[in-house]
């Protein structure tokens, strides 16, 4: 039968609460005698503390309470890493600073006040006396015997690691060409529209602490926060309300999280913190934060040989959850869409005064496949062939797969041909060029950019993640009939409410609105990992469907009973156990339900009724299964079912993204002409929201391509503290997106799906940078480093006058 | 010194004591409980907060409560009508036109208002009557085909 939901552009069931202004995000659950928290934070991005003195801010109007690094170092553990690589140095991160601050932002002191403005008011209170360090913005700086920032690691350096396959020196000593580009990966910040937020609420009677956080893993919080607030974890739920956009931000434990938990237990009421967006920029996690050269070692045909990228990774001055681990994402990612028998990659990865970079929407592909395709660009470039064509030369064909990777990956399945042929149809590619050269001739400046792009989703399997790399779901069909669903996944705008949903009604043949899916709170939810690393559907989608087969196993054994029929004989369609056609006929039996299911108001559950009848409906077996009445020996009662999903390897979506670009010539103002995109995500939940994820990545590419970056000065001073001088991409900056997918299934996973949150970010960025790249071309341009700005491209048109 | 203010939200009128330094978008949220109306970056520059004020879309985080004495305040919980969306509202659940929902409110607010002052707004024209509000998740495709669908039923 086919599906009805699963495919379909279902509209969202979680939209109505959130368009009419109805649904609760941190800051809108409101308790009663809730207090409110502001935090001191350092100035400099180096100094040592003298001394903090809080009696002004005490004394002030409305102030509870003031806490200092030095009132909490002992009371609260460490803000965790979770990254375990061979001999990384970990920096004591404590939830305030006591003895030095090591970056602008740094907390030092938290004000508990009667109302966020009396708590605000009292910050300008506190007085710190610092003695101001040497301090070491560049990563480059850091690594080179600049000032040290932690004196256990003189240094500077958190680790230092090399991997990749293949002979790399035989690649470049028998390349018939080599090329070498230094690349910036500026540091971008992940803004979400909702800035973070803590509500902690300590019950002393009970002894249970629940913490209500904008954070896309509850169940790891939980656990994170058990350990430094030094409290059994059962007497602690993390509730994840309404969560307003993550892109990795939120993927964290901050020392707000645990202090505000800590407060709230101190005082014995519950205690807010609301993140300011100046704060957001300064201390939350940034990502990217890389500058390397990378080496390509090729043939004169366009076969690449070899890739070696020497990289610096730019930490920042302490380790958030996963800060280390980015950069090696990078390694695993570097050899793209293509076979390259020998990769090598080196990581410097330094400590710097800054804040740390993490997880943001990519989380370290962008920068392999940035570094890739700038790469085969190069590669195209230096021998005059289309980039296309030099792609193409490089895929591994559609029946290489499983394919392994000189960076020790097994890709699951592929077909990038097929991706780049749709690309380059829809874009009408010949025309393009022919376009091209006729705009040039006219002497406009049009470029044409293209990205085939690989990336890791799923995230992943146990043995490649710090804490689990599984999901979970529990699927019960309740006594009237209605289905619930708690997913362990953890979405904050993804959708899940609504493609989850569509996975159960379609495999239980009930409606839509018969189902509701629970997330985000460790007292309802069984443990479960979260969203990030686009995981959410390929691996806790797979868990809800997993668990609605071992459910069906059992109302199938239910229904058999009940039907007075062998097992072998009931068949499931539509939502219903029927005994086979043949036989039902024969005993004359109706098939029509007996019972209404869970609309009607009614005073009492009804019975089902089974006599003469030769199907059920899996609610009405549901009913049976609560009643407990007429079910098999040693049935257990009840119709509900659990499955932890372990998938065998991570997902490998593609696909190919196309720019084309002009530069006006006399403000080097860049202008999309097109932007083709197609994406492989393998199957298809709903492709409304997979369209909306591609969207929304591409944007936040064309954003890092040519406005955002996080500017810290020499003095480790955040430039760009605000909103006006961090540039969003804005309604006016998009193209005119012209979408269309291919589809190969993963066979990881039975549903084939890949995962598609990520996509947009890892695809769009070479593609931009390559149109704008190629439209400087009649310049003599091969490379240009992002954010890309009209006065850069200025710049290069009228110095050649 | 608290200052007396008295104003229409979403209809009703609403007579209050307030901090002259009491930012509006604070007064709607925590004193009102309207908590629809979000904040995103303080300095008015994300849109988040945006409201509807005697017949203008402003950003409630850049303006005092006592500024909007005897004003008429409508708010995104005011905008379904006897249990009906906005034609915006729609828009938003039919296109997609969110993901997180938290630039949402103020979206359909600025939304609303650029369909007022066109009836038959040019994709350009949607694009710049939404330049006040950032979205960090849709990209704005959808959002612009939000806008479109609204225009188009309001016909």
């Known amino acids: 039968m086919p599906n009805k939901y699963v495919g379909q552009s279902v509209k969202r069931t979680e939209d109505p609460r959130l368009i009419k202004g109805l649904a609760h995000y941190v800051d809108d659950i409101r308790l009663p005698d809730t207090l409110h928290v502001v935090f001191v934070r350092s100035v400099y991005a180096h100094a040592r503390i003298r001394s903090v003195d809080t009696s002004g801010a005490v004394a002030a109007p409305g102030v509870v309470a003031v806490y200092t690094g030095q009132d909490v170092a002992d009371k609260l553990g460490p803000v965790p890493c979770a990254s375990a690589l061979p001999g990384l140095k970990v920096p004591d991160h404590r939830v305030l600073a006591k003895d030095k601050v090591y970056f602008v932002g740094h907390p030092i002191a938290a004000i508990v006040a009667t109302d966020r403005y009396a708590a605000r008011d009292a910050v300008d209170l506190v007085v710190v006396d610092y003695e101001d360090l040497p301090v070491v913005s560049d990563v480059e700086a850091a690594a080179s015997g600049g000032p040290v920032i932690h004196e256990q690691f003189p240094d500077n350096i958190a680790y230092k690691l090399t991997s990749g396959e293949g002979d790399i020196d035989a690649a470049f ?63 602690l739920r993390v509730i994840t309300p309404e969560v307003g956009g993550g892109f990795g931000s939120k993927l964290n ?108 929407r990519g989380a370290g592909r962008p920068e392999a496949t940035y570094v890739v395709e700038r790469a085969l660009d190069l590669v195209a470039a230096n021998l005059e062939l289309d980039p296309a064509d030099v792609r193409r030369k490089n895929f591994p064909s559609a029946n290489e797969f499983p394919f392994h990777t000189a960076t020790g990956l097994d890709y699951d399945s592929g077909n990038y041909e097929g991706a780049l042929d749709k690309a380059q149809s829809i874009a009408d590619y010949a025309k393009l060029r022919a376009d091209q050269k006729a705009a040039r001739a006219e002497g406009r400046l049009v470029g044409i950019g293209i990205s085939t792009y690989v990336e890791i989703c799923a995230l992943g399997p146990s043995q490649a993640m710090p804490a689990g790399g599984w999901e979970s779901a529990t699927v019960r069909i309740e006594p009237t009939g209605k289905v619930t669903v708690l997913t362990g996944a953890s979405p904050h705008g993804q959708g899940q409410e609504t493609s989850f949903a ?22 309802v939810v069984q443990y479960g990992i979260g969203t990030f690393g686009s995981r959410a559907t390929a691996v806790g989608g ?23 029929a062998d097992a072998t ?11 086979s056609a043949a036989s039902a006929a024969a005993a004359g039996g109706s098939s029509e339900p007996v019972v209404p299911v869970g609309e009607a108001p009614a005073a009492a559950l009804p019975e089902p009724q089974t006599e003469g009848r030769t199907s059920l409906t899996i609610q009405e077996i549901a009913l049976a299964a609560h009643l407990a009445k007429e079910l098999p020996p040693d049935t257990e009662p009840g119709l509900s079912a659990t499955y932890f999903f372990e998938p065998k390897n991570f997902t490998f979506p593609f696909g190919t ?75 006016v900056h998009i193209p005119n997106f012209e979408l269309d997918r291919t589809e190969t299934p993963s066979p990881v996973n039975p549903l084939g799906v890949k995962g598609v949150g990520e996509a947009g970010t890892i695809g769009a960025t070479p593609a931009i940078v390559g149109a704008i790249v190629d439209a400087l071309a009649p310049f003599g341009v091969k490379h240009l480093d992002m954010p890309i700005k009209p006065e850069a491209l200025w710049r290069i048109i009228n110095s050649s006058h | 010194m608290k200052q007396a203010i008295s104003l229409s939200v979403n209809g009703v009128t609403r007579t209050d004591e307030v901090e002259p330094r009491l930012l509006l978008v604070h007064y709607l949220r925590d004193v009102l409980g309207l908590t629809g109306t979000h904040v995103g970056c303080e300095t ?33 919980e005011g905008f379904a009508t006897n249990g009906d969306l906005h034609p915006v509202q729609e828009g938003f659940w039919e296109k997609h036109g969110l993901q997180c929902g938290y630039c949402t409110p103020g979206m359909i607010v600025a939304a609303a208002q650029l369909l007022e002052r066109k009836t038959n707004p040019s994709r350009e024209d949607i694009c710049h009557g939404l330049d006040g509000n950032l979205c960090r998740c849709t990209g704005y495709q959808h959002i612009i085909e939000a806008v479109e669908y609204a225009a188009a039923k309001a016909k």
């Open chain 1, 542 to 564: 797979t868990a809800v469907y997993v668990a609605i087969q071992k459910l069906k196993e059992k109302a199938e054994k239910i229904a058999a009973h009940m039907l007075q």
């Open chain 1, 253 to 360: 434990v901050y020392a707000e999280e645990a202090l505000l938990g800590w407060i709230s237990m101190q005082l014995g009421k519950p205690v807010k913190w609301i993140e300011t967006r100046r704060e957001n920029i300064a201390a939350t996690i940034h990502g990217r934060g890389q500058v390397g050269d990378i080496e390509v070692a090729f043939k004169n045909d366009g076969t690449v040989t070899g890739l070696r990228y020497n990289v610096f990774a730019d930490l920042g001055a302490y380790h958030q959850l996963l800060t280390p681990a980015i950069p090696t994402l990078t390694g695993l990612m570097l050899s793209g869409a293509y076979k390259i028998p020998a990769i090598q990659i080196n990581i410097t990865a330094c400590f710097t005064n800054k804040m740390a970079t993490d997880a943001y």
């Open chain 1, 569 to 579: 004989r009931i068949a499931f369609e539509g939502g219903k156990y029927s005994v």
């Open chain 2, 44 to 76: 008015s520059l994300c849109g988040a907060c945006t409201i509807m004020l005697d017949g203008q879309a402003v950003k409630s985080c850049t303006m005092f409560a006592v500024q909007a004495d005897a004003s008429e305040v409508k708010t995104i």
């Open chain 1, 173 to 235: 000593g028998s390349a018939d060409r080599t090329v070498k580009q230094r690349i910036f990966h500026k540091r971008l910040a992940p803004i979400a529209m909702e800035p973070r937020g803590v509500l902690a609420r300590y019950l002393p009677g009970e002894e249970e602490l629940t913490v209500w956080s904008s954070t896309q893993i509850p169940h790891l919080l939980r656990t994170q926060l058990a350990l430094m607030i030094g409290m059994p974890e059962n007497k």
């Open chain 1, 657 to 731: 993204h196309i720019a084309v670009v002009e530069v006006d010539r006399e403000t080097g103002d860049i202008k999309f002409l097109r932007y083709v995109a197609v994406d492989d995500c393998g199957k298809v939940i709903n492709p409304m929201l997979v369209d909306g994820q591609v969207h929304g990545g591409i944007v936040q590419s064309i954003g890092q391509a040519m406005y955002e970056e996080v500017v810290y000065d020499e003095q480790g001073q955040l430039i760009t503290g605000t909103l006006m001088d961090y540039a969003l991409p804005r309604a």
């Open chain 1, 502 to 523: 569509q996975i159960a009604a379609d495999e239980l043949g009930v409606n839509l609105n018969d189902v509701t899916v629970i997330h985000g709170d460790t007292g």
